[in-house]
């Protein structure tokens, strides 16, 4: 594998984990019955959706 595959492979993963982290924040404060739990967990998921932003864009 290039040098070029394995930066875009990287990239790659790393935007899916971002999204996997969002998802699993967004669930557990759909179940989390304490509302400042709940407010940093979605801060979290909206944090963990740019970063995957962020890191989509540096995709070729």
């Not at 492979?9 to 179940?31: N, S």
């Not at 509302?35 to 967990?41: D, G, I, N, Q, V």
């Amino acid at each position: 594998m290039t040098c070029a595959r394995q930066e875009t492979a990287a990239w790659a993963c790393l935007v899916q984990w971002h999204l996997e982290e969002a998802g699993r924040a967004e669930l557990e404060a759909g179940e989390t019955g304490f509302p400042f739990r709940r407010k940093r967990l979605l801060s979290a998921a909206l944090y963990h959706r740019d970063c995957a932003e962020l890191a989509r864009e540096e995709l070729p």
